[in-house]
């Protein structure tokens, strides 16, 4: 089982940056794909960015040429560097991993990001 630990999060405003980490812990951090997801109030929790197998990484639309997702696979860090924000970017961010043979999945506590000026 793996944990997850968000951290840099907070209040920015709009046009603003905010990157975001997640330290993983436990397992063997290589084995697993890695994303962001985030809910917003009163929303369903979306897909924002993830590492396909191979590397590829899928993003929303609406994130699409401002938010970049990497990983250090040294340090067991997935990032989520966060451009050009916009209120509508305003939501409790996830970090993920699912594992690439078991298909288990976990999931962070979340990290508040809020745009608002």
């Known amino acids: 089982q793996m944990q997850l630990v968000e951290s840099g999060g907070g209040l920015v405003q709009p046009g603003g940056s905010l990157r975001l980490s997640c330290v993983a812990s436990g397992s063997n951090f290589v084995l697993y794909r890695m994303g962001w997801y985030r809910q917003a109030p009163g929303k369903q929790r979306e897909l924002v960015a993830l590492?396909?197998?191979?590397?590829?990484?899928n993003y929303a639309d609406s994130v699409k040429g401002r938010f970049t997702i990497s990983r250090d696979n040294a340090k067991n860090t997935v990032y989520l560097q966060m451009n050009s924000l916009t209120p509508g970017d305003t939501a409790v961010y996830y970090c993920?991993?699912?594992?690439?043979?078991?298909?288990?999945?976990?999931w962070g506590q979340g990290t508040q990001v809020t745009v608002s000026s």
């Open positions: 993920y991993a699912k594992h690439i043979l078991t298909r288990n999945e976990n």
């Open positions: 590492f396909q197998t191979g590397g590829n990484t």
